[in-house]
T-cell receptor
Framework: LAKTTQPISMDSYEGQEVNITCSHN???????ITWYQQFPSQGPRFIIQ???TKVTNEVASLFIPADRKSSTLSLPRVSLSDTAVYYC??????????FGPGTRLSVLP | NAGVTQTPKFQVLKTGQSMTLQCAQD?????MYWYRQDPGMGLRLIYY???????DKGEVPNGYNVSRLNKREFSLRLESAAPSQTSVYFC????????????????FGPGTRLTVT
């Protein structure tokens, strides 16, 4: 089973770029990597997904090196409202979602 | 378009009681999932259903049963509740799992907070 490892917590200041790295050493050839955001008392919300190299959307970028043993979520210019828990997931065989322990990001003014 | 709905929002059970958590989605999604989230922890997959008529175990299936009643509805049953099952339960759905290039975006419901005393 592809387990993921992330930092437990991170602090940042408003306006800074935040990079959260996830390790997934046992990822298989067909597995995808996704990232989710969760606010207190809410269900997680999808941010971005990728298979290899770099993916960018309107809120984040995802960097995946060639060996795919890790991935980095990049949040440009964070604001106070980005304070949340961020989860890295490996999607096993296209249908089994394995959440990691998450990274608690605190954005300070 | 309500997305994913869950009932009830809150529930308190005594040890040994049974109950069914209901989940429905109106997005015509193929796959549905049940997770539990203990305080301060990440989500753990209990069961999932990749299509109507199929169900598979996730990471923590013991003590639970599921039914994919139709494409819209996926229920989770606790036959004999235990204090260790005190948690927040989330239901989720996705559109096209398993196809290359598909989106793996899961849509989550608001959760059910269950306390077993």
């Amino acid at each position: 089973l592809a387990k993921t490892t992330q930092p437990i917590s991170m602090d940042s200041y408003e306006g800074q770029e935040v990079n959260i790295t996830c390790s997934h050493n046992n990822i298989a050839t067909n597995d995808y990597i996704t990232w989710y955001q969760q606010f207190p008392s809410q269900g997680p919300r999808f941010i971005i997904q990728g298979y290899k190299t770099k993916v960018t959307n309107e809120v984040a970028s995802l960097f995946i090196p060639a060996d795919r043993k890790s991935s980095t979520l990049s949040l440009p210019r964070v604001s106070l409202s980005d304070t949340a828990v961020y989860y890295c997931l490996v999607v096993l065989d296209g249908q089994n979602f394995v959440f990691g322990p998450g990274t608690r990001l605190s954005v300070l003014p | 378009n309500a997305g994913v709905t869950q009932t009830p929002k809150f529930q308190v059970l005594k040890t040994g009681q049974s109950m069914t958590l209901q989940c429905a989605q109106d997005m015509n999604h193929n796959s549905m999932y049940w997770y539990r989230q203990d305080p301060g922890m990440g989500l753990r997959l209990i069961y999932y259903s990749a299509s109507e008529g199929t169900t598979d175990k996730g990471e923590v299936p013991n003590g639970y049963n599921v039914s994919r009643l139709n494409k819209r509805e996926f229920s989770l049953r606790l036959e004999s509740a235990a204090p260790s099952q005190t948690s927040v339960y989330f239901c989720a759905s996705t559109s096209f799992p398993g196809l290359a290039g598909s989106s793996y975006e899961q849509y989550f419901g608001p959760g059910t907070r269950l306390t077993v005393t």
